[in-house]
């Protein structure tokens, strides 16, 4: 089964309020299952393409680089912003890491200390200000800063999942 594309993906938000915790809980995690996922690969299959697609740990990287964005949502929220920074639709960043370039080790690395920045600055937000709300640029929709949360660990998750599946593909590949 093919992983659904992220940009295709609709959301609505109507969780409530008081799941905050259980999201961050969810984004504190993402780290362990990221390495728990990756561990024991030989290098040769986390930076092997499949045609034009990121590598599996090119995915990884892009995790790396979008934490950098989520941050600055946060900031827009607690500016009042009507409407919360763009994505770099091209993804440029990721391609100019060369993370294929990189050991797994720093990526991991990486990952964990940004994630960890990213959830502590969410875990200092009051009840009152997780229900902030600004206007998403990509889904045209409002946004609160638990919707926020939720969207980055369904990205997570997302690409997760395309690793997984192109770690089968490859796996797949290398069977006689």
Do not use: C
């Not at 299952?33 to 986390?46: C, H, N, T, W």
């Not at 797994?104 to 997780?130: H, M, N, S, Y």
């Not at 997760?160 to 599946?165: D, F, G, P, T």
């Amino acid at each position: 089964m093919n992983v659904a594309r992220w940009v295709e993906r609709k959301f609505e938000f109507t969780m409530s309020a008081s799941l905050f915790p259980v999201v961050v809980e969810r984004l504190r995690g993402t780290p362990a299952r990221l390495e728990d996922k990756l561990k024991g690969i030989p290098p040769e299959i986390l930076t092997r393409r499949d045609g034009d697609r990121w590598s599996i740990q090119e995915h990884a990287g892009h995790l790396i680089d979008l934490d950098q964005l989520h941050r600055g949502r946060l900031d827009d929220f607690a500016a009042g912003a009507p409407t919360l920074r763009a994505w770099d639709v091209t993804n440029r960043r990721t391609y100019e890491e060369n993370y294929n370039a990189k050991a797994l080790v720093e990526i991991l690395r990486a990952f964990r200390e940004q994630r960890g920045t990213f959830v502590e600055r969410l875990g200092g937000w009051k009840d009152e200000d997780v229900v902030r709300t600004a206007i998403h640029p990509r889904l045209q929709q409002p946004m609160r800063v638990i919707d926020m949360a939720y969207f980055v660990a369904e990205h997570d998750d997302h690409h997760l999942a395309v690793m997984s599946e192109l770690l089968l593909r490859l796996k797949a590949r290398a069977t006689p």
